[in-house]
Nanobody
Framework: QVQLVDSGGALVQPGESLRLSCAAS????????MGWYRQAPGNQRELVAE???????TYASSVEGRFSISADNTKRAIYLQMNNLKPEDTAVYFC??????????WGQGTQVTVSS
């Protein structure tokens, strides 16, 4: 089992930055990828960014160049640095972890609202 606690969401103005954090605990040695998804009202949950234990990153085209995913060396936390935020980035952001046996775990979600 893996437990994820995500945090850092807030109300910000367009153009501002925000950093989300996700702390992992439990069977973290089984994790082979972690990332962030988001879900806006009325929309499906979508991938924002993912980082594998091999160091590969994947970004949604809508955030490429503005968002950056990183992790600490122990794999106990990942971060999503979000720059130049736009109103369309407004959503609940969920931390996500995938294990070597394809189990999926989710954080509880953190609200990001971009509005003037």
């Amino acid at each position: 089992q893996v437990q994820l606690v995500d945090s850092g969401g807030a109300l910000v103005q367009p153009g501002e930055s925000l950093r989300l954090s996700c702390a992992a605990s439990g069977s973290i040695a089984t994790i082979n990828a972690m990332g962030w998804y988001r879900q806006a009202p009325g929309n499906q949950r979508e991938l924002v960014a993912e980082l594998t234990t091999g160091g590969s990153t994947t970004y949604a085209s809508s955030v490429e160049g503005r968002f950056s995913i990183s992790a600490d060396n122990t794999k106990r936390a990942i971060y999503l640095q979000m720059n130049n935020l736009k109103p369309e980035d407004t959503a609940v952001y969920f931390c996500h972890a995938k294990t070597v046996v394809q189990n999926i775990y989710w954080g509880q979600g953190t609200q990001v609202t971009v509005s003037s």
